[in-house]
């Protein structure tokens, strides 16, 4: 029998069985030993930010992928261990969609990057007032090159993979933004995860004593 899972949003109350869950990670293409190592929240997670946010989630799994070959294979910032508690002990990694753009684009600019991209392109048009191709030129530059940078650097940010590790194998637990708190995201771990994978549970205890 399927079961049903219930996720309450801002707006609305919805509603996931389990069988569509299950299609969810067929259709990502997860092996068999992957399936085992997911939580059934993050894929409920994952199923929400497709179904409701629009967020592709081959994007997502293209960062589990990178997690399982050795995260070398990325443009986001590297998987980081929690140092202090209540998420001591777990990982997080990035992933990146064009949800994320802004973010990202105001990270790289800073506080006065738009000021100085548009003092640079006049200094250099020698113009005193807007042309075209100085208003195409300053575009480019706050929404291409920052991105880009960004990319090579490999400091893409966007919301966290939350992971835990044991023998040498990531276990994925859910997806958050930091802006939840650790607290929050390490009570949904402790409301949802711990059956699947009790050794998380034994985990946070140590590594928080």
């Given amino acids: 029998m ?19 869950l299950e299609k969810l990670s067929n259709y990502c293409g997860f092996s068999e030993d992957l399936k085992l190592r997911i939580s059934k929240l993050f894929l409920l997670d994952l199923y929400i930010y497709f179904t409701e946010f629009g967020i592709n989630p081959l994007e997502i799994v293209e960062e589990i992928d990178n997690l399982e070959n050795g995260d070398e294979n990325t443009e986001t910032k590297p998987a980081t261990e929690f140092r202090r508690k209540p998420l001591k002990g777990l990982w997080h990694k990035h992933f990146f969609c064009r949800h994320f ?7 790289a600019l800073g506080k006065n990057g738009i000021k100085d991209i548009i003092k640079n392109v006049m200094d250099e048009s020698g113009n005193t007032h807007f042309s075209e191709s100085d208003l195409s030129e300053v575009a480019r530059r706050i929404t ?8 090579n650097d490999k ?7 939350m992971f835990a590790k044991r023998n040498d194998k990531n276990y994925y637990l859910c997806m958050n933004t930091h802006e939840a ?26 590594e928080g004593a």
């Fill in 2 to 20: 399927s079961k049903a899972y219930t996720v309450h949003l801002k707006d609305k109350i919805v509603s996931v069985k389990s069988d569509e």
């Fill in 101 to 107: 753009l802004a973010h990202n684009i105001l990270n």
């Fill in 144 to 151: 291409n090159d920052p991105i880009t940078q960004r990319a």
């Fill in 155 to 161: 400091k893409l940010t966007g919301e966290w993979i």
């Fill in 181 to 206: 708190g650790d607290q929050t995201i390490a009570d949904r771990i402790s409301e949802h995860c711990y059956e699947e994978f009790s050794f998380v549970k034994k985990l946070l205890e140590t």
